[in-house]
């Protein structure tokens, strides 16, 4: 059965960096699309990043355009968000999500992808 672990999350101050990880099992990820979506409290999931595995695009959200880095190692079957000058409204759940049928159009959907993580907790506050 597929299960997505993520890891990394944590309460850091304004301007800090933070890695969090995706560790994939019962699926091979090179197959998969990953993205990272994020639910502030009060608020609807939103999607923040994405690795599509058909043609390698990474798709941003333009509130972590140039802030965030989504990445992946096949071999390791793990992926990655790196985020930098995190701000008090990055402060999220941030979930882990992987499907194998992505598409462009699809990419920002969550209703995309099949398979989801239990979520990292991320706190930016002073």
């Known amino acids: 059965q597929a299960q997505l672990v993520e890891s990394g999350g944590g309460l850091v101050q304004p301007g800090a960096s933070l890695k969090l990880s995706c560790a994939a099992s019962?699926?091979?990820?090179?197959?998969?699309?990953m993205a990272w979506f994020r639910q502030a409290p009060g608020k609807a999931r939103e999607f923040v990043a994405a690795s599509r595995s058909r043609d390698s695009a990474l798709v941003y959200a333009d509130s972590v355009k140039d802030r965030f880095t989504i990445s992946r190692d096949n071999s390791k079957n793990m992926g990655f968000l790196q985020m930098t000058s995190l701000k008090p409204d990055d402060t999220a759940i941030y979930y882990c999500a992987a499907d194998s049928g992505i598409i462009a159009s699809s990419t920002r959907r969550e209703e995309a992808y099949d398979y989801w993580g239990q979520g990292t907790q991320v706190t930016v506050s002073s």
């Open positions: 019962g699926l091979t990820l090179r197959r998969y699309a």
